[in-house]
């Protein structure tokens, strides 16, 4: 009886050094993320008034604000989801509801978990090449942001797909024996329970291409451009390019500059995310089966 | 039985999964309302010849089916339309499938597929045919709760009033009590007994005793061939001449 006891207590002591190092190691992780907002919000913080997010850049980019980069960036994003997502979602469905298993198929899936592995800098040059290039779209706003919806289709559907492949077949089945076509299926039962799935994954996804630069720096971002974009031929400042350029490329910077562009950036980013959250839990309600 | 009309002929059925032949040389007449059983091990092959019956190797590249299945005199893979053909089978699965819609629009799915949109039509079918699945007295205060909410034992009987909404000319059960309780089951079989005199009704059983309570004749597969079919009386009391059939009712193996 003692020795079980003791034992015991051996084990629980066991018990509390695992979990204090498992604990100790994402802490370990979450630090540096903790120190980066910090600093950003403390730096960041004061920079982003009224003015700085709502006036041009002044006195080649020393002063004023980053209204026309803060812009840009919301219209860049915009127009990758307008052309990747219903791409996407119509390309995963296809791929999860109609593809019959084969190894063309099976090598478009391939195809599709390898293209979301392509380092963003090769979708840039690719946007050169079809966008700017063969389709004369020219470095724009339309050729950049195609490139970026290229970048995010893979993603877009690999999400999608999951979403569609959570509904059990079990319910395809039952609506199948009942004299519905795929499509039927597909509109009644499969979509509306996958649709929260599909929401989520597809703004979480695009939403990261708000960060990135290579893809638009060719493309369709420009280093300052003293005017609004009128059409989406025109070129367009972008938050991205703007963090690079005013921390690397232009004298006489206001320190603290950098950090609040890159605060916005973030900001813009976890509120696509907390939206799509958001979005899920007031679809989602309860569990359907 | 008032049917000695056939319903559903089956010549000469051969089912295969890519090069694998799992049912060959079936031949095999259903009449009208009759309830014809089918017994045999898993894997024997049951559910793949009731997925053949209503043409469900569209939906699986990889299944194909040789033979005739003339249906209403009809072969299945005659019909213009593999859609209208299925709305006259009923199909109730193995385990319950409660779709994730409400009660309500589980049962008005079939008819709303078929066309109909009025509202008072569609509340008459919902209530006609939860009643007549035993169903109705424990769901209808939440007709729009999830059907995929029910208990297993309810979500199977909803699947049998979905079934029913489809006025099926043939009803095919395939091993419904595997995954409900004995008194659901019990409450399903008075159903059954009910619904033969206005359809005829295909039941696939792992219940040997349940094949013999409730069908007219019955038919025996194995190893992806039909041993033998005859009248349930005869297959149970003993006049089969087959060895194989004899062990597997006494459950000797299985
Ligand atoms: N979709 C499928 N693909 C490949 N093989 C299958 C498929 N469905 C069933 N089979 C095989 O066909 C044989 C018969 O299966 P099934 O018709 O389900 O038998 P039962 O219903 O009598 O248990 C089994 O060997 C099974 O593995
Ligand atoms: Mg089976």
Same mark, same amino acid.
């Given at each position: 009886?003692?020795?079980?006891?003791?034992?015991?207590?051996?084990?629980?002591?066991?018990?509390?050094?695992?979990?204090?190092?498992?604990?100790?190691?994402?802490?370990?992780?979450?630090?540096?993320?903790?120190?980066?907002?910090?600093?950003?919000?403390?730096?960041?913080?004061?920079?982003?008034?009224?003015? #700085?997010?709502? &006036?041009?850049?002044?006195?080649?980019?020393?002063?004023?604000?980053?209204?026309?980069?803060?812009?840009?960036?919301?219209?860049?994003?915009?127009?990758?989801?307008?052309?990747?997502?219903?791409?996407?979602?119509?390309?995963?469905?296809?791929? =999860?509801?109609?593809?019959?298993?084969?190894? $063309?198929?099976?090598?478009?899936?391939?195809?599709?978990?390898?293209?979301?592995?392509?380092? @963003?800098?090769?979708?840039?040059?690719?946007?050169?090449?079809?966008?700017?290039?063969?389709?004369?779209?020219?470095?724009?706003?339309?050729?950049? @942001?195609?490139?970026?919806?290229?970048?995010?289709?893979?993603?877009?559907?690999?999400?999608?797909?999951?979403?569609?492949?959570?509904?059990?077949?079990?319910?395809?089945?039952?609506?199948?024996?009942?004299?519905?076509?795929?499509?039927?299926?597909?509109?009644?039962?499969?979509?509306?329970?996958?649709?929260?799935?599909? %929401?989520?994954?597809?703004? %979480?996804?695009?939403?990261?291409?708000?960060?990135?630069?290579?893809?638009?720096?060719?493309?369709?971002?420009?280093?300052?451009?003293?005017?609004?974009?009128?059409?989406?031929?025109?070129?367009?400042?972008?938050? =991205?390019?703007?963090?690079?350029?005013?921390?690397?490329?232009?004298?006489?910077?206001?320190?603290?500059?950098?950090?609040?562009?890159?605060? $916005?950036?973030?900001?813009?980013?976890? =509120?696509?995310?907390?939206?799509?959250?958001?979005?899920?839990?007031?679809?989602?309600?309860?569990?359907?089966? | 039985?008032?049917?000695?009309?056939?319903? %559903?002929?089956?010549?000469? $059925?051969?089912?295969?999964?890519?090069?694998?032949?799992? $049912?060959?040389?079936?031949?095999? !007449?259903?009449?009208?309302? &009759?309830?014809?059983?089918?017994?045999?091990?898993?894997?024997?092959?049951?559910?793949?010849?009731?997925?053949?019956?209503?043409?469900? !190797?569209?939906?699986?590249?990889?299944?194909?089916?040789?033979?005739?299945?003339? #249906?209403?005199?009809?072969?299945?893979?005659?019909?213009?339309?593999?859609?209208?053909?299925?709305?006259?089978?009923?199909?109730?699965?193995?385990?319950?499938?409660?779709?994730?819609?409400?009660?309500?629009?589980?049962?008005?799915?079939?008819?709303?597929?078929?066309?109909?949109?009025?509202?008072?039509?569609?509340?008459?079918?919902? &209530?006609?045919?939860?009643?007549?699945?035993?169903?109705?007295?424990?769901?209808? !205060?939440?007709?729009?709760?999830?059907? @995929?909410?029910?208990?297993?034992?309810?979500?199977?009987?909803?699947?049998?009033?979905?079934?029913? =909404?489809?006025?099926?000319?043939?009803?095919?059960?395939?091993?419904? @009590?595997?995954?409900? !309780?004995?008194?659901?089951?019990?409450?399903? &079989?008075?159903? %059954?007994?009910?619904?033969?005199?206005?359809?005829?009704?295909?039941?696939?059983?792992?219940?040997?005793?349940?094949?013999?309570?409730?069908?007219?004749?019955?038919?025996? #597969?194995?190893?992806?061939?039909?041993?033998?079919?005859?009248?349930?009386?005869?297959?149970?009391?003993?006049?089969?001449?087959?060895?194989?059939?004899?062990?597997?009712?006494?459950?000797?193996?299985?």
């Amino acid at each position: 009886m003692f020795a079980a006891t003791d034992r015991n207590r051996t084990n629980d002591r066991i018990q509390r050094r695992y979990r204090n190092v498992f604990l100790g190691m994402t802490l370990l992780l979450v630090l540096p993320v903790l120190i980066i907002l910090g600093l950003l919000v403390v730096r960041g913080g004061p920079v982003l008034t009224a003015e #700085f997010l709502f &006036e041009f850049p002044k006195s080649g980019m020393t002063a004023g604000g980053i209204f026309p980069a803060f812009l840009g960036t919301i219209i860049l994003v915009t127009m990758g989801l307008v052309f990747s997502v219903p791409l996407g979602i119509a390309a995963a469905i296809y791929l =999860s509801e109609y593809a019959p298993d084969n190894w $063309l198929t099976r090598s478009i899936n391939l195809a599709i978990i390898n293209l979301a592995g392509v380092p @963003s800098i090769v979708h840039a040059l690719f946007g050169v090449g079809a966008f700017v290039i063969f389709f004369g779209f020219g470095t724009s706003i339309l050729a950049a @942001s195609l490139t970026l919806a290229i970048m995010a289709l893979p993603v877009v559907i690999v999400a999608t797909r999951e979403s569609l492949q959570a509904v059990p077949h079990a319910f395809r089945e039952a609506c199948w024996a009942m004299g519905a076509t795929r499509w039927q299926t597909i509109r009644r039962v499969v979509l509306p329970n996958s649709v929260s799935g599909i %929401l989520t994954g597809v703004i %979480l996804e695009v939403s990261r291409t708000a960060g990135e630069t290579a893809p638009i720096m060719f493309t369709g971002a420009a280093f300052f451009v003293p005017f609004l974009p009128q059409t989406i031929f025109d070129k367009t400042m972008a938050l =991205s390019l703007h963090l690079f350029v005013i921390s690397t490329q232009v004298p006489g910077v206001p320190e603290d500059f950098p950090y609040g562009v890159a605060l $916005l950036l973030i900001i813009i980013v976890l =509120s696509m995310n907390a939206l799509s959250i958001g979005f899920r839990t007031w679809l989602r309600g309860r569990k359907k089966w | 039985m008032n049917g000695s009309e056939s319903i %559903l002929d089956v010549r000469d $059925l051969s089912i295969a999964y890519g090069s694998k032949t799992v $049912l060959s040389g079936v031949t095999l !007449d259903v009449r009208e309302n &009759e309830i014809l059983g089918i017994i045999g091990p898993a894997g024997a092959g049951k559910t793949s010849f009731l997925q053949a019956i209503n043409r469900m !190797d569209a939906f699986n590249a990889s299944m194909k089916v040789t033979g005739t299945l003339n #249906f209403l005199g009809r072969d299945v893979r005659a019909w213009r339309n593999a859609y209208a053909l299925r709305r006259q089978i009923g199909v109730v699965f193995p385990l319950p499938v409660g779709l994730p819609l409400t009660v309500y629009d589980n049962v008005a799915f079939a008819p709303r597929l078929a066309g109909k949109r009025s509202r008072a039509e569609l509340d008459e079918i919902v &209530e006609r045919c939860l009643r007549r699945a035993a169903l109705w007295d424990e769901v209808k !205060d939440r007709l729009d709760s999830l059907g @995929s909410l029910l208990s297993g034992g309810q979500q199977q009987r909803l699947t049998i009033a979905r079934a029913l =909404s489809q006025d099926p000319v043939l009803l095919m059960l395939d091993e419904f @009590s595997i995954a409900v !309780d004995p008194v659901t089951t019990m409450r399903i &079989e008075d159903v %059954l007994k009910e619904l033969r005199q206005e359809m005829t009704i295909i039941l696939v059983t792992n219940l040997v005793q349940q094949a013999r309570r409730l069908a007219d004749r019955t038919a025996f #597969f194995l190893d992806g061939r039909m041993v033998e079919l005859g009248s349930t009386e005869s297959l149970f009391n003993g006049e089969t001449l087959f060895p194989e059939t004899r062990d597997y009712i006494e459950g000797r193996f299985g």
